[in-house]
């Protein structure tokens, strides 16, 4: 992998505590970035949201990449839903 500096080193993190997606810039080589959310460090580098001039890149791995993080926020959120729906069934008065 190249590094680009044409342009602004943006790149797209999710946090592995709370599962929040966010942008940060940052230089290259910067190992952590802690969550804006709860401050963990445990956050995951996804993809470089930055095209290079003149290239459009990993359109299809970036599309992808964003679909399976919204995936996996529906799917939690939905255990989220059953969770409390179970709850409020068996937790009848
Ligand atoms: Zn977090």
Redesign the pocket.
Known sequence: MGVDFVGVPIYEFE?E????GFEELVAAGTATVA?P????ER?RRLISAVSPPGRTPRGARVRSDEARRRETVAARQDRIVESRKRRAAGEKP
């Open positions: 946090c505590e709370c599962g929040a969550c959310e709860c401050r963990s956050t």
